[in-house]
């Protein structure tokens, strides 16, 4: 636990004349002082997380179990609301170490904290001011990341960032964040905050422009640049809401031609980022993940794979006529290689 | 002028390619050897139409001009063609097996960064262009083990040409060097530099272990690799959550597709030569 804690970066000493200075002006209530919060959360590497509301953490309620997990809670929570200590403060042996308790309670309330409907509104603000950074993936065209952890409990994994457009989860670009917990942020954050917030969401099917479905219906999306949540877009899920994904998958090429998927080196994970082309199609998998035959219960390959190859319409089921592949093939390199400098713009 | 590309002390720091080289921003280029640009039949069809000042930013990339005998505007004008040439001689190189050889060990060095992707686990990357006509797209990174596309983190590199290292490079090695082909899953161990001849080795085994088809060139099978890979699963206190789980199992059922495919061509493929 104790390794956990993010490590403080600012020598001792400058710590506890920090925590002196706003101790001793936060008596006053007036919030133009810098308060503890305000000056963590304004820490180099600090920037994901927002400034927990006081009121919040002074109802015991929200803190019910903390007691247990932080050292030194008493003073942890006295110094994070700078609350003036009481005179038996020798007690504590090192100012240290209560400030790495009060990182670690302010942490786990704030976990709590924005999961609440004013915690989650402050994360929006910074959400859309793009305080989180951008989805490294070049087809997500720098969609704005969440802070999101892979476990509830500190100490077990640092911060991640979650991609709403393709739903990754990535490493921080800078290592100043190596040292924020994850559990600092919790695995339900980002997940309720599309829920709360599904226009920024991408919508989980991606459909081909009317015209590439008639040509070619492929997968592969010609019109990556499609305006986001633009005119022709609609939702038919009424209970969706989200925009319009940016569902452009990377296809490998040797001098123009796709590798095979039939080649060792050939693409394997296509389907990590792929989507169904309509909302209705994600309807046609059952629980075990399995491609729904119709009128037929069995689930033989063959037959999935003739599903398979109805549903993409890229006569995929036909494995063996080598011929209609490598027409395909060309007419779809054709195809794109117009399309792209048009459609993928590149931050300069 | 063999010596320079051996990389002899005295004329190291002479040399435009390896001064090039060294400078910030230029990580991702490897050395194109010598001998490779002075053979005139590399560099068909670049000429004075497509870099400015062709013959003297190649005699600069060659260490054969006399630099001092120019004014500074004009040299400038060199240095950027020369940047430029040499950028488009690189994309063809790095497809030569040289080339390949010399690119496989700055990837085995991790020279072109790690993929951001939590799933990963740290993968080295490889660059990709998305276009082969220079001044359309900035330089990729291609990551093997997702099989995306990512932008460096730094802009000094997100700046470079993609032309200059081709939309072929990546997967050309991969085709080469099919032993060099990531796992999809967790690597074994902690991560390090030594994850790409780790998990190659982990692979092997898993491979051999799921009975996958040999082809004729002795190697294992990469049809069901996809099996291992990790996926992220939105939780919301513990439950999942409706939409992205249907895609979720959408896309495990496209995997599963393709996995079935594969394994039955390889069968078929079998059954033939037997």
Known sequence: ?348 | MDDLSTGSESDYSNSWISWFLSTKGNEYFAEVDEDYILDRFNLTGLNGEVVQEYSRALNLITDNLDEDSLDDDVREAVETSARFLYGLIHARYIVTSRGLSKMLEKYRKADFGRCPRVYCYQQPLLPVGLSDIPYQKAVKLYCPRCEDIYSPKSNRHGSIDGAYFGTTFPHMLFMVYPQMIPGKGQPVGSSSVADVNRSLANQQKSENNSGGGQNSLGSISTSSVANKAERYEPRIFGFKVNEDAKLSRWRTARRNAQISRLENLEREQGQTNL
């Open chain 1, 1 to 348: 636990m104790a390794s956990s804690a993010p490590p403080v970066e600012m020598d001792p000493d400058e710590l506890e004349e920090e925590a002196f200075d706003s101790s001793s002006q936060a008596s006053s209530t007036a919030t133009s002082t810098l308060t503890w919060i305000n000056w963590y959360t304004s820490l180099p590497g600090h920037d994901y997380f927002c400034d927990v509301h006081e009121d919040f953490i002074e109802d015991d309620f929200n803190l019910t179990g903390l007691q247990a997990m932080v050292p030194f809670f008493k003073e942890a929570l006295e110094m994070v609301l700078d609350v003036e200590p009481e005179e038996d403060s020798n007690k504590i042996p090192d100012v240290s170490i209560v400030e790495s308790s009060a990182e670690l309670l302010y942490g786990l309330v704030h976990q709590r904290f924005i999961l609440t409907k004013v915690g989650l509104s402050c994360m929006v603000e910074k959400y859309e001011a793009g305080h989180f950074g951008a989805c490294p993936r070049v087809f997500c065209h720098a969609t704005p990341v969440l802070p999101c952890g892979r476990a509830d409990m500190p100490g077990i994994d640092t911060v991640k960032l979650y991609c709403p457009n393709c739903g990754d989860i990535y490493t921080p670009p800078s290592s100043k964040y190596a040292s924020v917990d994850g559990a600092f942020f919790g695995t339900t954050f980002s997940p309720l905050f599309f829920q709360q917030y599904p226009e920024l969401l991408s919508a989980p099917f991606f459909a081909t422009g009317p015209a590439a479905a008639q040509s070619s219906s492929r997968t592969t999306p010609v019109d990556s640049s499609a305006p986001v949540g633009g005119g022709t877009f609609t939702n038919p899920n009424p209970h969706g809401g989200q925009k319009a994904a940016l569902g452009r998958v990377y296809v490998p090429r040797i001098y123009g031609f796709k590798v095979s998927e039939r080649a060792r080196s050939g693409p394997r994970m296509k389907w990590l980022r792929e989507r169904p082309e309509r909302f209705d199609d994600l309807d046609k998998v059952d629980w075990k993940s399995r491609f729904i035959v119709e009128g037929q219960n069995t689930e033989g390959d063959d037959e999935l794979m003739a599903s398979i190859g109805k549903q993409s319409g890229q006569g995929k089921g036909k494995l063996f006529d080598d011929e209609d592949d490598i027409v395909e093939d060309d007419d779809e390199s054709e195809e794109e290689e117009e399309n792209a400098p048009t459609t993928i713009a590149v931050p300069s």
